[in-house]
């Protein structure tokens, strides 16, 4: 019997300690009203085949002139420039060797995107395109724990007229944010890291079930919308009445079924109705 009430015991102890590690911040609701009603474009309006491709200024324009909020992602160039680019290294989008990080920015100018005749653009310039008329969930982009991007772009936002929230993979991003500018809507991003087969370690099963919460204390969370199961998520979202994000929507299918699980949407490769 004494057996059983250990067991008991423990069982009660590491549910609660689960729940007490996945409790975001509470009490933030009212903040998320001017972000509703609206779809937010993946790095803008983009198609990689056009002159729009993506995180560029005419995806940005193109996602203003159709009412949909905006994704972005922004990182560091080697000079301390924050520019808007989603991968760390440069292959994919400009076909170029090397990372973001180990160019200047002028020597960044010298690429286009995606064989486009557009160039990477400064946070700078992003924020003077969208000039407010939209809401934006600026990513960050940060690979380890250099964490200078969070004070130059945290600067720049608030020098901004217009809506902004931030969110990152990485959750030192938004235990800076909780220390230094505890005031701004930041969100956790995750995905099924471990189910996906693409991930291994320890680190990453953290990072899956929101198990650092505690520390980072998010606002949000947005999640692969494939993963959408995950029970830490869905404790987020029911238990603690925390704002969930679906990325990426990819057709309207994925939408509709994505609709009752989450309460903003970030969509690519379709276009949605003009209201979420």
Request: charged share 25%.
């Amino acid at each position: 019997m004494t057996v059983i009430y250990v067991i008991m015991a423990v069982a009660a102890s590491s549910a609660v300690l689960y729940l007490l590690a996945i409790k975001p911040r509470l009490g933030r609701q009212k903040g998320w009203k001017p972000f509703r009603g609206v779809y937010y474009a993946h790095r803008g309006l983009h198609d990689n085949s056009t002159n729009a491709p993506e995180n560029s200024l005419p995806a940005f324009k193109k996602a203003v002139k159709a009412g949909y909020g905006i994704e972005m992602d922004v990182q560091l160039t080697r000079d301390g420039i924050p520019v808007v680019f989603h991968d760390f290294t440069l292959k994919r989008a400009c076909g170029e060797e090397g990372k973001v990080c180990e160019y200047t920015y002028e020597e960044l100018l010298k690429f286009s995107l995606f064989g486009s005749g557009e160039q990477i653009p400064k946070l700078e310039d992003a924020l003077r395109t969208v000039d407010g008329r939209v809401p934006l969930i600026v990513e960050l982009k940060v690979e380890w724990i250099d964490l200078s991007l969070c004070a130059v772009v945290d600067r720049m936002l608030r020098g901004y007229g217009g809506l902004y929230c931030i969110e990152s993979f990485n959750p030192l991003v938004l235990t800076w944010y909780r220390r230094y500018h505890n005031d701004v809507l930041r969100g956790q991003l995750a995905d099924g890291f471990i189910k996906s087969g693409e991930f291994k370690g320890f680190l990453y099963v953290l990072l899956q079930n929101l198990l650092l919460n505690w520390m980072t204390k998010p606002d949000f969370v947005a999640y692969n919308h494939k993963y959408e199961n995950c029970l830490s998520r869905r404790l987020c979202r029911k238990l603690y009445r925390n704002l969930a994000v679906a990325w990426t929507i990819k057709s309207g299918e994925e939408l509709e079924k994505a609709r009752d699980k989450f309460d903003l949407f970030i969509f690519d490769s379709f276009i949605p109705g003009s209201k979420a």
